[in-house]
């Protein structure tokens, strides 16, 4: 008599070594996460680093462009301060943080200008070459500095405040510089001297890079968001949903995304062309006249990175539209039917799409209407058209819908009620 039949076993992806966090003190994020809500870091006081990245809006603020300086209300309902208008909107949609504090996240931005580099100091390369602050202990926390630097993120406009000021001349690490001066502000805040006292020593002297050092540690224990229906899969623990099941074995397989999506965290760290619609302002100097955003080409300067951008993580991805790193689609399902043709989908883009404050006297679709440069976009693009069917990617989506998190809702910390410089805080 035969026996009977045995199941299959489950195959699961190999996505390499698990990821791995770094132990935090409790002070040192406590710290930070009063620092990270607190508008005294930003040269008009009054934007925070949750303004742009708040857990309402899955760690980012529900905007395909943002208003920073010049705006006024949080999220979707962020709209311009007449009596001191942005110059802009912010050219790049504000990414999300969850698990940036893994170690394996070494570069940061949707161009990676700031990225893990043993030939250069400190260990990173940056923008800023020899102006560049030594001291960071990663690149989390020099991330930080980038936005503080920014007249449309933080900073403010030209002469609004010292802050601002210093930026303009290019007094950024200089002594009594920008960075100096966002640090003085904070220790002549009693309760946040106290706290350094505790965390770096008592009467210790507090520079920018301690600042951001403590915001980095908060991020590590505040955002990081590895217990997913997947991941719990991934460990044994439980099964998938039968949909989510069929939209793994997708996402690995015929449709291909995993090639890109690699890991545990669903990225390679790389930079692909992918035929992305450009809208907003692009990222161009302030001599710059055009509206164009060409990636990790302004890094590189290399011609075959025109155009290409850095894969994001997955986790929390149902959160943290829109998507693209101009916040062009609004939707889930329609960036990932974007995957599946770049080319059509790029060239029947329709830019209502976008979630964008209103806003006077701005152009946001001159590169949509430009013929050379959606024939460039094009000619870069690296994806082959991929064919799906409607359930297909119903299932995709009940898989990526399997890599939330969702005890990142309640939060860690969750937003202070007050902060130590006694400002408003963003809710």
């Not at 208008?85 to 394996?104: D, H, K, S, T, V």
């Not at 100091?121 to 800023?128: E, I, K």
């Not at 001599?287 to 955003?293: L, P, S």
Request: glycine share 10%; proline share 7%; net charge negative.
């Amino acid at each position: 008599m035969a026996g009977a039949a045995t199941a299959a076993p489950e195959v699961r992806p190999d996505l390499g070594p698990p990821p791995v966090f770094r132990a935090v003190d409790p002070a040192r994020a406590e710290l930070g996460h009063l620092l990270f809500y607190d508008p005294i870091l930003s040269g008009n006081r009054n934007v925070s680093c949750a303004t742009c990245h708040h857990p309402r809006f899955g760690t980012s603020d529900g905007l395909s462009l943002g208003l920073g300086e010049g705006g006024i209300g949080l999220g979707p309902d962020r709209k311009v301060d007449a009596s001191n208008p942005p110059e802009q909107r912010i050219p790049r949609n504000a990414p999300a943080l969850f698990n940036l504090g893994a170690e394996e996240f070494s570069v940061m931005f949707h161009d990676g200008r700031l990225e893990a580099d043993s030939d250069h100091p400190d260990g990173m390369r940056t923008p800023l070459g020899q102006e560049m602050l030594s001291g960071f202990d990663s690149v989390l926390s020099a991330q930080a500095m980038f936005p503080v630097l920014s007249g449309d993120e933080m900073a403010g406009h030209y002469s609004e405040n010292d802050v601002s000021q210093s930026v303009r001349l290019g007094h950024l690490s200089l002594p009594g510089g920008a960075w100096d001066k966002i640090a003085a502000r904070v220790v002549a805040v009693p309760e946040y001297r106290s706290r350094f006292d505790t965390v770096l020593g008592q009467g210790a002297a507090v520079s920018f890079t301690d600042i951001s050092d403590v915001l980095a540690d908060f991020i590590r224990v505040e955002w990081r968001a590895d217990d997913s229906a997947f991941d719990r899969y991934m460990r044994g623990e439980a099964p998938l949903s039968a949909a989510a099941q069929q939209g793994m074995d997708l996402f690995y397989g015929k449709a291909g995304c995993g090639s890109c999506h690699a890991g545990w965290f669903q990225t390679d760290h790389g930079f692909h062309a992918i035929a992305m619609p450009q809208i907003g302002p692009g990222k161009a100097a302030r001599f710059e006249t055009h509206a164009r955003d060409e990636g990790r080409m302004r890094v590189t300067g290399a011609a075959e990175d025109a155009y290409r951008f850095r894969t994001p993580s997955l986790r929390n991805i149902t959160d943290t539209g829109p998507y693209g790193h101009a916040g062009s689609y609004a939707t889930l399902e329609a960036v990932v039917r974007h995957h599946l043709d770049p080319v059509a989908g790029l060239m029947g883009y329709d830019p209502a799409q976008a979630v964008l404050a209103a806003m006077d006297g701005v152009d946001d679709q001159r590169i949509l209407r430009d013929e050379a440069e959606l024939a460039a976009i094009v000619e870069a693009n690296e994806l082959a058209p991929v064919d799906l069917s409607n359930d297909e990617v119903a299932a995709i989506l009940s898989f990526l819908g399997a890599l939330s998190d969702d005890g990142w809702r309640q939060g860690r910390m969750g937003v202070p009620e007050t902060v130590p410089s006694g400002l408003p805080v963003d809710r």
